[in-house]
């Protein structure tokens, strides 16, 4: 069992600057490859990134060059530094963990977060 609680999420201009973070905590072991999704209103899901355990990352085209993820595995925290910011970045953040990570993407694993609102205005 992995607990993940996100933070970070908050109300910024277009061109602005946000990061979130994603602190899991298990008592078997660490959370592996993990994910950031989000949820705009009325759409589903969707990968925003990911990142293995040794700190490879991908992301979706819509982000690259914008948003990117760290993690500091003594800290058990994953980060999504997300800079120049769009109204079109709106969403709940989820992270997620245990999945599977390749070159090419990520398979959701099974924990989530909470979600954490970033509202970017224009």
């Known amino acids: 069992q992995v607990q993940l609680v996100e933070s970070g999420g908050g109300l910024v201009q277009a061109g602005g600057s946000l990061t979130l973070s994603c602190t899991a905590s298990s008592r078997t072991h660490g959370p592996g490859a993990m994910g950031w999704y989000r949820q705009a209103p009325g759409k589903s899901r969707a990968l925003v990134g990911s990142i293995n355990s040794r700190g490879g990352a991908n992301y979706v085209d819509a982000v690259k060059g914008r948003f990117t993820i760290s993690r500091d595995n003594a800290k058990s925290t994953v980060y999504l530094q997300m800079t120049r910011l769009k109204p079109e970045d709106t969403a709940v953040y989820y992270c997620?963990?245990?999945?599977?990570?390749?070159?090419?993407?990520?398979?959701?694993?099974?924990?989530w977060g909470q979600g954490t609102q970033v509202t970017v205005s224009s």
């Open positions: 997620n963990a245990a999945g599977t990570w390749t070159s090419d993407g990520y398979s959701q694993g099974v924990f």
